[in-house]
């Protein structure tokens, strides 16, 4: 049996579709999206279980489905690269979170403020990564030796990630963000959460719609990190494509549940540079050795949980120091 097969026929990219823009509609009209409020941690945590357990679940159904009609060795395979394409993207999505608090913080954003503006960034960053994602899987089946450009280029940047971690980056030294504040007409203050209005018949900007933009690039940024590290579980578009989205579909949750704890896991930085270093080996030798998916999710399991336990275990032992 193939099990290098494209599972994804037309119905199936069809029926995904509309259900994430089912929760997005639901998010954005129905749970109080379009209103402005601080997200606090117990309604994060509660989104977040509920992103979780629906990519769960169509994993399930795509078990049964696969297994009905290919067979339980296509069906295991395939529910094994989802669940391992999916931790990763998790995981890399907190160096996202990582960022989004530093521009929070950079610009002042009130709390009640970021959600509008997150859920923007999660929709751009839909569209950009399907758009990478189909791009990257043609150039696959096409280029073959393309693999190897993404490999070197993942373990180039987990080594640049782990020499960098302790960095801090400066926005006040961003030559992008510094140009566009000088081509564009600005308020002094936030005006709600509008991105722009309208004040003698000219159109303004806020600074929320500055942060939007370095949101958005953002987004860009880490798009380019994740999208060939998924490629290294494998190369099924349909796999690639739901498992990245349903990491980024639960990110603004994450965001808001991980936010005030960022400090506690400050190691964490090191654990994700090490995905990136893994995966990318994995990548560069797949003409050689080929790492099984379940050994890749349980070293990719491993090495978050270690780097994440031992981020809380340095900061408790700092706390108690402290305190003495």
């Known amino acids: ?179 566009i504040k000088g081509h564009m007409r600005l308020t002094p203050d936030y005006r709600g959460e509008k991105f722009w209005v309208m004040e003698n018949g000219v159109r303004v900007f806020t600074p929320l719609f500055l942060v939007l933009i370095m949101i958005e690039l953002s987004d860009v940024v880490f798009a380019v990190d994740s999208i060939p590290a998924i490629f290294a579980i494998t190369t099924d578009p349909f796999i690639v494509f739901t498992s990245n989205i349903f990491a980024i579909l639960g990110l603004r949750a994450m965001y808001f549940m991980l936010a005030g704890l960022a400090d506690r896991f400050h190691l964490l930085k090191y654990g994700l540079a090490l995905v990136l270093v893994f995966v990318g080996t994995k990548m560069l030798i797949v003409d050689f050795y080929k790492i099984p998916v379940g050994m890749s999710l349980g070293i990719v399991g491993l090495i978050i949980a270690t780097f994440m336990f031992t981020s809380l275990w340095v900061t408790r032992n700092r706390s108690k120091a402290a305190k003495e």
Do not use: C
């Open 1 to 179: 049996m193939d099990t290098a097969l494209n599972i994804g026929e037309p119905w199936m990219w069809a029926v995904f579709t509309a259900f994430v823009l089912a929760m997005l509609a639901i998010d954005l009209f129905l749970v109080g999206g379009n209103k402005a409020h601080k997200v606090g941690f117990k309604e994060a945590a509660a989104w977040s279980v509920v992103w979780f357990a629906l990519a769960m679940l169509f994993n399930l159904g795509l078990w049964w489905y696969l297994k009905g009609s290919y067979g339980s060795e296509i069906a295991d395979t395939k529910s094994m690269e989802f669940l391992t394409g999916y931790l990763i993207e998790k995981s890399l999505a907190v160096d996202n979170i990582f960022v989004f608090l530093m521009i929070f913080t950079f610009f002042a954003v009130p709390a009640e403020f970021q959600r509008r503006v997150l859920i923007y960034g999660v929709i751009g960053a839909i569209v950009m990564r399907a758009i990478m994602i189909l791009a990257g899987a043609w150039l696959i089946q096409e280029f073959h030796w393309i693999l190897y450009l993404f490999g070197a280029f993942l373990v180039i940047t987990g080594i640049k990630m782990l020499i960098f971690a302790e960095a801090e980056p400066d926005l006040n030294k961003n030559p992008l963000l510094n140009w």
